[in-house]
């Protein structure tokens, strides 16, 4: 159990070795009967047959339906990265300028949602969003017309924005805590402006966190399931519930799998890139 | 450190008006006596409360999940704290790709899993088992446990161990009365989050479980597409009151900023 660093012996394996099986055979094991399956061919009539083909892969790159729903899927994350982004980074900075207990207060109110179940909060949006929901009524006090905002990509937004706030708040937050303030300081008693001081002091300071909350905001939205399964109605359609249908509607599990494994891909090659990006940057810092 | 100024102060109130909204109007529409979705305007009713405790459904699905839960969180502290201490305490060859497997599931999203487990339930049979529902979720909420346990045993202090061990205490024998006291906090923190995760998941479950299995996100979601009424609200307001008393709970013990934000 506790020995000496130094020592050689097999005990590592034994002590990870049943998690290690356990998850090799849970994750690994599974993930290539996905891929395997993704290359079987599909008959609507008589189900998954034992040839192999290319065709899901051709399919969803080339057909309209398909292609349109991944642009849908592109643009839906691209802007909530950029809503949250935008939002989020003047938070964690007001965050971090608050003193106890409201700090602590509100950090909790912040990032305390996280741990609300998606389906719960998808559901508030549904109704806040809704035809007679809250905004709309509050539209019509103040004499303006009702829209339409449920079941539009616009409501998906704004209920994908709540839901991924905190995954860009905390590593800016985290950033934040590294800062010294009174570097801050030195560069207004320097005579810059708050502006200058927040552009050329704080920011760069703050960018690899505010980075990795783009990277995990755009990766969960992208692959989000409850939020436009429940706002974005039968005919909106993204990634996830695109392949949900596939499987438990159109029984068509080849061509599911074969979005599955592309979402998969393109999250890992934004981990990777991700991943080259701060070892560039810790070298250059470090000369 | 500076103070905030009115515009900071404006921008941050309405963050907080947005953050807290959604949940704020369920809570509200919850305790409404009127049969659609509407603010308790007319005086309040636990009619929708009681009606989900009559919804056989509802509570089958409710017990179903807590019991997942549980069973998935424990057996993940199981997995974890050895993994933990293989890979805190020792340097041998394949550690980083041992850590990197354990922590895969946060990366691979919760979309892909569900269809990769789907795939593997259908070839081994295991539709409609309770018993790999839990797998699937003990692969899911491992990683939460095993990266607070991680952050314990990083901050540990080593030479009460060395003591032990230096006095003629088994390595058993100090992980017990030693090391295990000293990260119980991380443990006990680590094992909350991966039930509070496991009870809210859906992504993957709505794959892999089948009507007898069938958990309570999942249940909301199916309900929620298929009709709305207050009920709806009623449950969700229940699962928020839950989550608060967790968070509660972990905030009061552990500091929840240090538990979803990391160990700095």
Sequence with gaps: MISRPSSRSSSPWLLAGPGALFFAGMILLPLALTVILSFRVYDHATGIKDAYTLSHYIAVVTDEYYLGIFWRTLRVAAMTTLICAVIGAPEAYILARMRNPWRSIFLLVIIGPLLVSVVVRAFGWSMLLGSQGLVNQALQLVGLSPVRLLYTETAIVIALVHVMLPFMVIPIWTALQKLDPMVEAAAWSLGASRFTALRRVVLPQVSLGMLSGCLIVFGLSASAFAIPGLLGGRRLKMAATLVYDEYLHELNWPLGAAIAIIVLVANLLIMLAYNRMVETRARRMLG | ?264
């Design chain 2, 1 to 264: 450190m500076q103070k905030n100024g009115p515009l900071a102060l404006l921008f941050h109130g309405l963050v907080v008006a947005f953050v807290l909204a959604p949940l704020v109007i369920i809570c509200l529409v919850a305790f409404t006596p009127e049969n659609t979705l509407s603010l308790p305007t007319g005086g309040v009713s636990l009619r929708w409360f009681k009606a989900v405790f009559a919804h056989p459904d509802f509570v089958a699905s409710f017990w179903n999940s807590i019991w997942l839960a549980t069973l998935s969180a424990t057996l993940a502290v199981a997995f974890a704290v050895p993994a933990g201490l293989a890979i805190s305490r020792f340097t041998f060859a394949g550690r980083d790709a041992l850590n990197a497997l354990f922590l895969s599931p946060l990366i691979i999203p919760h979309l892909v899993l569900g269809v990769a487990f789907l795939r593997l339930f259908a070839l081994v049979g295991a539709t409609g088992s309770f018993s790999w529902l839990v797998a699937t979720h003990i692969v899911i909420v491992t990683p939460y446990v095993l990266r607070l346990v991680l952050a314990a045993l990083s901050g540990l202090d080593r030479s009460a161990e060395q003591a032990a061990l230096t006095l003629g205490a088994s390595s058993w024998t100090t992980f017990r009365r030693i090391t295990a006291p000293m990260i119980l906090p991380g443990i006990t923190g680590g094992w909350l989050l991966a039930f509070i995760n496991s009870f809210d998941e859906l992504t993957m479950s709505i794959f892999v479980t089948a009507p007898a299995t069938v958990t309570l996100p999942v249940r909301m979601y199916m309900y929620a597409t298929e009709s709305i009424d207050p009920m709806m609200a009623a449950v969700s307001a229940l699962m928020i009151a839950l989550t608060a008393a967790a968070m509660l709970v972990l905030d009061r013990a552990f500091g929840l900023d240090k538990i979803l934000v990391g160990q700095r």
